[in-house]
């Protein structure tokens, strides 16, 4: 089976892109999936992340750098389709890179990661269209938004969720948020997601958890049962 492509991507920066993609790939890995993490951003924070894990490690992430790639990296990672479950690739912003435009035609999914906050909320409308324009050509490609870095308990929070329900028809967004929390922030120096720190950080576990379960079901990944 070819693997499913999840493009996780943002017109801005400061969105939880490579957030979301580390913890999915760390997720992944979890449950037996061969997974590849794409690090497609020149910043490379996806590789450094990776980079801080133990030797060792059981659950040790591959992650490979194609920002250098631009407009040819997804016939890059078509090379690579046939011996993963999962390949997730992490974006550049794409007011910034060509990259995301690219990968959304031989995508399956385009994860779209926005902040509930009005500055956010409006950036991301190119990039939803973007990937609207490119179901044209991929009709296979399927959009979801997932809130990142959610603050709950402040007032505006609850309006802003509101709006990206209901931001466009073609890109639903997922029930699951990842809220602001410290574990995600600290699992960047072990190398890992937030399951590294086991019970200490379980309602992140959770999130990152049902955000996995929900992505599989929109993909029609079957089930693999947990290491």
Known sequence: MAAKIIVVTNQKGGAGKT???????????????KTLLIDAD?????????????????????????AHAEAKIANEVKQYVEDY??????????????IP????????LALVPIVPAPGDLWAST??????????????????????????????????????????????????????QRGAYVESMLTGDSVHYFKSAAKPAIQEIESLFDEIAAVLNI??????
């Open 19 to 33: 957030n979301t993609a580390v913890h999915l790939a760390g997720t992944a890995i979890r449950r037996k999936y």
């Open 42 to 66: 020149r910043q490379g924070t996806a590789t450094k992340w990776v980079s801080q894990a133990e030797e060792g490690a059981p659950y040790k992430i591959r992650v490979m750098g194609l």
């Open 85 to 98: 479950d999962l390949i997730i690739v992490d974006c550049p912003p794409a007011v910034e890179s060509q």
């Open 101 to 108: 435009q690219v990968m959304l035609m031989i995508a399956d």
């Open 126 to 179: 190119d990039l939803l269209e973007l990937a609207e324009r490119a179901q044209v050509i991929n009709p296979d490609l399927q959009i979801r938004i997932v809130g990142s870095n959610v603050r709950p308990n402040l007032a505006m929070t609850k309006w802003a969720i509101e709006t990206l329900e209901n931001m466009r028809p073609s890109a639903p967004k997922l029930k699951t948020n990842l809220n």
């Open 222 to 227: 079957p089930k693999v049962k947990k290491q």
